[in-house]
C-alpha cells in the first residue's frame, strides 16, 4: 500500500510538471469551458499568493476535478492536501453587470455577507487576470441540496431574512442603482432590444411583449417611499440555494449583487419566470401569500418591513418581463447564430416561455391583461 501511494504522489507531481509546461498530457478530465483542470493544478502550485492564502505545501500535489459551469463562471472543486477540507475554484468567464473586476466585486460582496452564516467564505480572491487572462476566487466548499418549492419555503425565508439583515453601512462598494425598479426596466429595454433588432423577430412576440414594456412603466412610476437598502441577490433560482435538513442551508453563486431592496429578491424567487425555469413548478397565491407570511416570522422585526406586499408585487411585474426579455435575447442570439444557448433544455425553457401559454399567463396574473390562453401547469 505504501508504494502504490508513493507511485501515486508521484505521478500527480508529473502531471503538475507537465501543467506548468504544458507540454504533456495526464489524463486530467476537461471541463465544460475548455478550461482544463491541468491548469488550474498548475495555477495553484505556481502561485506564490495563493500558497500563502491557502496554506499550501510548496508544490504539493492538489487533484482538481471539473464542475458544471454557468454562463459567466467556470466552477472546480479540490481537496486540501493538509486539512482534507473541500474547496471551491472559480474562474470568472465574464460579467453581467458589465464590471471590469467582477471577480472581485463578487468576492467583496462575499466578504460583507459574511456574518449572514448563510454565504461561502472567501479564502483567496486574485483580480489580476494574470495567469488565465481571468479572475479566481477560492471559497469554502459548502454542501446542501437544491431548494423544493414545495419543501422549503420555510427555510429560504429564513436563508434570505438573515442575508438581508447585514447591516449595509456608507462606503459598502456595491452598486447602488438610484431607482432599482427602474434599473431592472432599463435592463430588460438593452435584451429586448437584440430581439428587436434580429431579422426573423416575431411581430405577435413584439406586439406582446411591448405592451408588457408599457405596464411595467407604469407600475415603476407609482409613488413610493424610498425603501432602506440591503444586500440583495438579484438572482434566486432553486439551485442556488444549498439544503440541509438537519443543518445550516446556504445561499450561494452571488454573481449579481446589489445594493438594492428586498422586495426584488423576494419577487425575482417567487417568479414564474424563476421557478418554471429548473423545475415544472409555478407559484399559486397561496403559495406566494405563506411564503411572505414566512419571511416576515423569520425577519421578526429585525428590519422595517414597510409596503412589503405593495412592492413585492411591483418587482413580481417587473421580473417577469426581465425573464421575456432574456428569454427573446437570448432566442434571437441562438438563431441568428451569434450565441447558442447552452442545451436542448434550456432552448425548449426558452420557447416554452415565448410560447402562448406562458406569456397569457403572465399578462393575466402579473400584468393585468386578459389574452385568451392558460398557466403552465404546475
Not at 472581485?104 to 462575499?110: F, M, N, P, V
Not at 408585487?313 to 425573464?323: K, S
Request: charged share 25%.
Amino acid at each position: 500500500m505504501a508504494i502504490d501511494e508513493t507511485a501515486s504522489r508521484q505521478a500527480k507531481r508529473t502531471c503538475v510538471d507537465a501543467a506548468l509546461g504544458a507540454s504533456e498530457t495526464c489524463g486530467a478530465p476537461a471541463s465544460p469551458d475548455g478550461l482544463d483542470p491541468r491548469e488550474v493544478e498548475a495555477y495553484l502550485v505556481r502561485n506564490t499568493a495563493a500558497r500563502t492564502a491557502l496554506d499550501l505545501p510548496e508544490r504539493a500535489p492538489i487533484e482538481v476535478r471539473p464542475l458544471a459551469r454557468g454562463e459567466y463562471n467556470a466552477n472546480f472543486s479540490f481537496v486540501h492536501p493538509v486539512t482534507g477540507r473541500k474547496l471551491l475554484f472559480r474562474v470568472n468567464l465574464g460579467s453581467q453587470m458589465h464590471l471590469d473586476d467582477q471577480i472581485g466585486y463578487e468576492a467583496h460582496a462575499l466578504t460583507l455577507l459574511e456574518p449572514s452564516g448563510r454565504t461561502p467564505r472567501v479564502l483567496f480572491v486574485d483580480s489580476s487576470k494574470s495567469y488565465f487572462g481571468k479572475g479566481v476566487l477560492v471559497e469554502e466548499w459548502l454542501d446542501g441540496r437544491p431548494l423544493s418549492y414545495d419543501a422549503d419555503l420555510d427555510v429560504a425565508a429564513e436563508v434570505l431574512a438573515d442575508v438581508h439583515d447585514v447591516a449595509l453601512s456608507d462606503g459598502h462598494g456595491l452598486v447602488a442603482p438610484d431607482d432599482p425598479l427602474g434599473a431592472v426596466i432599463d435592463e430588460c429595454e438593452a435584451m429586448f432590444r437584440v430581439y428587436r433588432r434580429w431579422a426573423g423577430a416575431d411581430r405577435t412576440t413584439l406586439d406582446r411583449i411591448g405592451r408588457l414594456f408599457a405596464h411595467a412603466r407604469k407600475v415603476a412610476c407609482e409613488p413610493r417611499v424610498p425603501a432602506h437598502r440591503h444586500i440583495v441577490s438579484t438572482e434566486l433560482n432553486s439551485r442556488n440555494f444549498l439544503i440541509n435538513e438537519r443543518g445550516t442551508s446556504y445561499l450561494v453563486d452571488w454573481e449579481k449583487p446589489v445594493a438594492g431592496e428586498v422586495e426584488q429578491d423576494l419577487a425575482h424567487f417567487l417568479a414564474p419566470t424563476t421557478t418554471f425555469w429548473k423545475t415544472e413548478t409555478v407559484l399559486d397565491a397561496r403559495d406566494v401569500d405563506r411564503f411572505i407570511e414566512a419571511y416576515e416570522h423569520a425577519v421578526a422585526g429585525r428590519f422595517s418591513l414597510a409596503s412589503l406586499r405593495d412592492r413585492t408585487a411591483a418587482y413580481l411585474t417587473i421580473t417577469c418581463l426581465r425573464g421575456l426579455t432574456w428569454c427573446a435575447m437570448a432566442y434571437a442570439q441562438h438563431r441568428s447564430g451569434e450565441r447558442s444557448v447552452a442545451d436542448a433544455y434550456t432552448l425548449g425553457k426558452v420557447e416554452s416561455y415565448l410560447g402562448d401559454p406562458f406569456l397569457s399567463f403572465v399578462e393575466r396574473e402579473f400584468f393585468g391583461l386578459s389574452p385568451e390562453g392558460g398557466a403552465p401547469r404546475r
